[in-house]
């Protein structure tokens, strides 16, 4: 089985930066895809950042600029800098990742992490 364990999150105030990290492990053959989603209380879950193979990224519109998405493949780690961060981005983040095992494509999500901005 693989496994994706968040780190980073945590309280910071408005215009304050955070780095969230999120490591795989486990049966891998291949990390095609790693993203970022975020749930605030009483919305629905929502892509933040993706890295797709290849150097492709993509971010939401709302955090185009403040947010940067990066991988380390060497670690299947990636990596979510947040800067000028606003009351809006409290939410707790997910780790996504399209991983390849067994011959199969499988979808892997995180535990989930809080980051909380106060104003």
């Known amino acids: 089985q693989v496994q994706l364990v968040e780190s980073g999150g945590g309280l910071v105030q408005a215009g304050g930066s955070l780095r969230l990290s999120c490591a795989a492990s486990?049966?891998?053959?291949?990390?095609?895809?790693m993203g970022w989603y975020r749930q605030a209380p009483g919305k629905q879950r929502e892509l933040v950042a993706v890295?797709?193979?290849?150097?492709?990224?993509n971010y939401a519109d709302s955090v185009k600029g403040r947010f940067t998405i990066s991988r380390d493949n060497a670690k299947n780690t990636v990596y979510l800098q947040m800067n000028s961060l606003k009351p809006e981005d409290t939410a707790a983040y997910y780790c996504?990742?399209?991983?390849?095992?067994?011959?199969?494509?499988?979808?892997?999500w995180g535990q989930g992490i809080q980051v909380t901005v106060s104003s």
């Open positions: 996504n990742a399209l991983i390849t095992s067994g011959g199969y494509e499988y979808d892997y």
């Open positions: 486990g049966r891998i053959f291949s990390i095609n895809a």
């Open positions: 890295s797709v193979n290849g150097g492709r990224t």
